[in-house]
C-alpha cells in the first residue's frame, strides 16, 4: 500500500483517501474510490494495476441489479476485464465488467464441493457461470448436473468453465428460464442458489423434485422475518409433503436489517 500512495499520480492530500482494500478476481482488480478521487480514475487505475500486477482494474460504482444479477462497474485501467478465477481448485472464466461473483459467497461454493451426492440427478436453477455446479461435479461425480441459466452471457462462461474444469459428461448447461425445464419428479437435489424472488421458483423446485429430495433454498429476508417466512413459504410450496428441515445457515448480511440465508431441507411425500 505504501508503494501505491508514494507513487500514486494524485494531489497529495488525495493519497489518504486511496483504498487500501481490494479484491481480486484471477488478474482482475475490483476497488471502491471515494467521490474526492472522481477526477484521478485513469491515475489511480493505472498505478493499482502496475503495482498489483492486474491487467484491469475496475471501479466498483453500485450494487448488484436486475434479473442477470448485473453488476456496476467501470473500468479504469487496461482493454479487457476477461479472467479466469481460481478458488478451491475450481477455474471460473468469466468478464468481471459484466458479470458478478461474490466473495461473500465463497464458504457456501466450498461447502457445495464437500456436498455428498455421488450418483445423483442434481438441477442448478440458477447456474450462473458455474458457481455452485462446478464444484458439485468436480469434487462429488453426481451422475448428471443440470445447469439452468437465463443470462446469455453468463451461460457462455458456463460452457467453457465446464469445459475448462473437464466435467462436460457430468454438466449439462441449459440456456432459459428454469420453469421452461420439462419433467416431474427427476431430481434427487435442486439448487436455488438466487435472492430476492427465489420464492417464486418453488413450485417449479417442487415439480422437478423426487420423492425424498433435497432443496438447497436461498432467500434474502429482514432478520425479524428470520426463520418463519422462507420455511413458511418452503412449506406452502411443498403442497402438503413434509418439509425436514437439515440445516439453516445465514451466509451473509445483504443489506442493513436484512440477511441472506440458506436452508436445506428434505421434502418427502406423507405415507
Not at 87 to 100: H, S, V
Not at 245 to 256: F, G
Request: include cysteine; glycine fraction near 10%; aromatic fraction near 6%.
Amino acid at each position: 500500500m505504501d508503494r501505491i500512495r508514494a507513487a500514486a499520480d494524485v494531489p497529495e492530500s488525495l493519497r489518504q483517501h486511496l483504498p487500501d482494500k481490494w479484491e481480486r478476481l484471477g488478474d482482475v482488480i475490483v476497488i471502491r474510490l471515494q467521490e474526492q478521487l472522481d477526477g484521478f480514475e485513469g491515475p489511480v487505475g493505472s498505478i493499482y494495476g502496475s503495482v498489483l500486477g492486474a491487467k484491469a482494474v475496475l471501479r466498483e460504482t453500485g450494487g448488484i441489479t436486475g434479473d442477470f444479477r448485473t453488476p456496476a462497474m467501470k473500468r479504469i485501467f487496461g482493454s479487457d476485464s476477461v479472467t479466469t478465477h481460481k478458488e478451491n481448485g475450481i477455474l471460473y472464466r468469466f468478464d468481471a465488467e459484466k458479470i458478478m461473483f461474490s466473495s461473500g459467497n465463497e464458504e457456501e461454493r466450498l461447502r457445495m464441493a464437500g456436498l455428498e451426492c455421488g450418483g445423483e440427478t442434481v438441477i442448478d436453477m440458477f447456474a450462473g457461470i458455474g458457481y455452485f455446479s462446478l464444484p458439485l461435479a468436480v469434487y462429488q461425480k453426481p451422475a448428471r448436473v443440470i445447469s439452468c441459466e437465463l443470462n446469455p452471457v453468463s451461460h457462455s462462461y458456463l460452457v467453457e468453465n465446464v469445459s475448462l474444469n473437464k466435467v462436460e459428461h457430468i454438466v449439462s448447461p441449459v440456456l432459459g428460464d428454469n420453469r421452461d425445464l420439462r419433467g416431474e419428479s427427476i431430481a434427487d437435489r435442486i439448487i436455488m442458489g438466487y435472492v430476492k424472488t427465489t420464492h417464486e421458483f418453488l413450485p417449479t423446485a417442487m415439480r422437478l423434485l423426487k420423492d425424498g429430495g433435497v432443496v438447497h433454498y436461498h432467500e434474502t429476508c429482514p432478520t425479524e422475518l428470520l426463520p418463519s417466512r422462507p420455511l413458511e413459504r418452503l412449506s406452502s410450496a411443498a403442497g402438503g409433503r413434509k418439509v425436514d428441515v437439515l440445516r439453516m445457515k445465514e451466509i451473509k448480511s445483504y443489506a442493513p436489517g436484512v440477511g441472506h440465508v440458506v436452508i436445506d431441507a428434505r421434502v418427502v411425500r406423507p405415507a
